[in-house]
């Protein structure tokens, strides 16, 4: 129903910045809340941020400040990452959240980018 397709990891050095993209595909139109976790080796995945329909946003306290989230376009979604540092090192994942005929809830995800951040 819908594709979600990340870019923009690779390797970067602390201090410096990456842009995350999450281009959207498919039925669009069902999707209302989307987001982005990561996933470092040995750890379990977890939200990074957030944002609604309505264009609130949400952060894990570990980012605030330094990431910013928005939806740049009706099915593009992206992740400013600045100021980053070791512990950024992680597998991101972009989220969204659909709803279909007003019924069935469903969370796609993407395949993941890989984030490193070298000393």
């Known amino acids: 129903q819908v594709q979600l397709v990340e870019s923009g990891g690779g390797l970067v050095q602390a201090g410096g910045s990456l842009r995350l993209s999450c281009a959207a595909s498919?039925?669009?139109?069902?999707?209302?809340?989307m987001g982005w976790y990561r996933q470092a080796p040995g750890k379990q995945r977890d939200l990074v941020a957030h944002?609604?329909?309505?264009?609130?946003t949400s952060y894990v306290y570990s980012v605030k400040g330094r990431f910013t989230i928005s939806r740049d376009t009706y099915n593009t979604l992206s992740l400013q990452m600045n100021s980053l540092n070791p512990e950024d090192t992680a597998i991101y994942y972009c989220?969204?959240?659909?709803?279909?005929?007003?019924?069935?809830?469903?969370?796609?995800w993407g395949q993941g980018t890989q984030v490193t951040v070298s000393s």
């Open positions: 944002i609604t329909e309505g264009g609130v």
């Open positions: 498919g039925r669009i139109a069902t999707i209302t809340a």
């Open positions: 989220t969204a959240n659909t709803l279909v005929g007003g019924l069935k809830y469903e969370t796609y």
